[in-house]
């Protein structure tokens, strides 16, 4: 190990392990918060910039990211689960090479205990930015090591690795998903003629790509979009059930595919993050009978803002994004104006920035160098005016509205219930 390395791992059951030297420093909460930020450039020169030129710079907003607490929660359990994960495969103990060389059933390996987390949250509302954000901070997705014990040649290290629940919700395309998306990160063909072959079993699939991310030592797996597991409840049944108060119950499109989830955490020992929409991750969670599965390393919930006075949006979020404004009269930072940008988006944090920069554009297209509150109301009925009807149901919290979007509406099960009051 080297020096720098030796300083930083400050925790005994870390030390002497390359696996986790090639994860970098600990970060501290303060350094977390730092590294998470993206500030675009502030508007400068705005005056002497045309309105063409000025629409393309108000694009780079698309980047503004000022984490949460949330933000950093995720952030941290993440880290705590990949370096435990490490803990338990030293690659100098010869336990940890057999199940890579095909002894699953050593009696000798010290077996590590399930590790996942879960994210979940309503579209928009920032938990996949949160999840990648915070896995951009490792020095890299792949790290080379130039010499590995129990290897001749460099072995590739793979640390993390997303990949979507395919919308048909079966194993085999999951397969296809996990794999490309192993050989996209590692610059390889190793899956190459499996994807391509016309006879695909899933479960053999799953199996093939496991052996193979295990010896390459993945440390964490990202699933994302996990309501694919099930079918969706069709419109009409949706607003029958919520006319009930209750929430139709969601079918499993195959058996096979969870069971192979619940074999990456209870066998296979590589650490998850699961996320997805509220409705797909409660009945997720139903499905495997108990939630502590998905949330050993943590459970956390990205909600959207509800009102102006929340702490985060007015004393951190929304200063911020009141400097980025290109207009010559740019509107003052009132709790007024914070109000109406809460309420023209839903609390979404994703709408918020396409109406702030639609809002411009409607200047822009009026030829005025000034923003004004009609600004924001004209694009949200027009340039965002798809997205109004969402946010008219979000923002109402009634049942018959929110059925209407199967990723909006609650489940009112107990399970769910603990989930919003922040119990579980």
């Known amino acids: 190990m080297s020096a720098s390395a030796k300083k ?16 970098g420093p600990i970060f501290d909460p303060l350094m977390l918060l730092a590294n998470l930020t993206d500030m675009p450039e502030l508007p400068i020169n705005v005056a002497q910039t045309p309105f063409h030129i000025r629409l393309h710079q108000l694009y780079s907003l698309r980047n503004l990211y000022v984490p949460s607490n949330d933000s950093k929660a995720v952030g941290t359990s993440m880290d705590l689960m990949i370096r435990q994960g490490y803990s338990y495969k030293r690659p100098g103990n010869p336990e940890t090479w057999g199940p890579i060389f095909g002894d699953r059933e050593s009696h000798h390996q010290r077996t590590p205990p399930a590790m996942s987390m879960s994210v979940i949250g309503t579209s928009g509302t920032g938990k996949t930015e949160a999840i990648g954000r915070n896995l951009s901070l490792y020095p890299s997705q792949v790290y080379i090591h130039e010499k590995f014990p129990q290897m001749a040649s460099e072995l590739p ?12 919700g079966r194993s085999e395309d999951l397969a296809v998903n996990l794999m490309r998306a192993f050989d996209q990160a590692l610059d390889t063909k190793r899956f190459a003629k499996r994807i391509e072959g016309k006879r695909r079993d899933g479960p053999a699939m799953m199996d093939e790509w496991r052996d193979v991310a295990n010896a390459h030592f993945l440390g964490v797996l990202h699933l994302d979009e996990v309501q694919n597991f099930f079918k969706i409840a069709t419109l009409k049944q949706r607003r029958s059930i919520a006319s009930k108060e209750n929430r139709p119950e969601l079918r499993v499109i195959e058996d096979g595919m969870l069971k192979s989830v619940l074999s990456m955490t209870n066998t296979w020992r590589i650490p998850l993050i699961f996320s997805g929409t509220p409705d797909g991750m409660a009945a997720l969670s139903t499905r495997l009978s108990t939630a502590q599965r998905l949330v050993t390393c943590g459970h956390h919930v990205m909600h959207p803002i509800k009102s102006s006075e929340d702490v985060f949006f007015k004393e951190i979020f929304f200063p911020i994004l009141c400097k980025y404004q290109w207009v010559v009269k740019p509107m003052k930072c009132t709790s007024e104006f914070a109000s109406l940008i809460i309420e023209l988006s839903g609390g979404i944090m994703r709408i918020v920035i396409m109406l702030w920069i639609a809002a411009h554009r409607v200047a822009f297209d009026a030829g005025r160098d000034e923003l004004r509150e009609s600004d924001f109301h004209l694009a949200a009925d027009s340039y965002l005016s798809p997205l109004k009807p969402a946010v008219e149901a979000l923002r109402s919290d009634e049942p018959l509205k929110l059925a209407r979007y199967e990723d909006l509406l609650p489940r009112s099960d107990p399970f769910w219930a603990g989930l919003t009051a922040g119990i579980i």
């Open 8 to 23: 930083i791992q400050t925790v005994s059951a870390y030390r002497d392990n390359p696996l986790i030297d090639a994860l």
């Open 157 to 168: 290290q793979l640390i993390f690795l997303r990949a979507d629940v395919p919308e048909s």
